[in-house]
């Protein structure tokens, strides 16, 4: 697998409206979107930081794998999302053949028009990893 960068780190928060004026009238990070992701049960904002992204993740159900990891007293940084070169299918088999838990078999569409998968923070040791392509 072929990495690029560092597309995004996904921060997970119980309000955007809340936070997303320390990121941008303190910090001065460019905010360029916003969206909800139904079949995710999340909100996003998304702002620039060079190349990288962040995403601010806010749940919207009490379901949510967001409130959930909030609820078990997860706040800050959700996952780390890398930008792979040759395709998430290809990643996934990849990972797959070296024993990495996946929870995405396949890839599925996410928030700023990204091919995404997820692989289990307990084969990543304890960092959920979603993986990208444009």
Not at 6 to 18: M, P, T, Y
Not at 54 to 76: C, V, Y
Not at 97 to 109: E, F, T, V, Y
Request: proline residues 4%; hydrophobic residues 40%.
């Amino acid at each position: 697998m072929k990495i690029s960068r560092i597309e995004h780190l996904g921060i997970a928060v119980q309000s955007i409206a809340d936070v997303l004026p320390y990121y941008t009238d303190v910090l001065g990070l460019e905010f360029y979107k916003e969206e909800v992701v139904e079949d995710q049960k999340v909100k996003t904002a998304f702002l620039r930081v060079g190349e990288v992204k962040i995403e601010l993740l806010e749940p919207t159900s009490p379901d949510s794998t967001i409130q959930k990891f909030l609820d078990n007293g997860g706040r800050g940084v959700h996952h780390v999302a890398f930008k792979v070169e040759d395709g998430v299918a290809k990643a996934l088999s990849e990972c797959d053949q070296h024993g990495i838990r996946l929870i995405d078999k396949a890839p599925r569409g996410g928030a700023d028009g990204l091919k995404i998968a997820f692989l289990h923070p307990k084969s990543t040791y304890g960092i959920l990893t979603e993986l990208c392509e444009e």
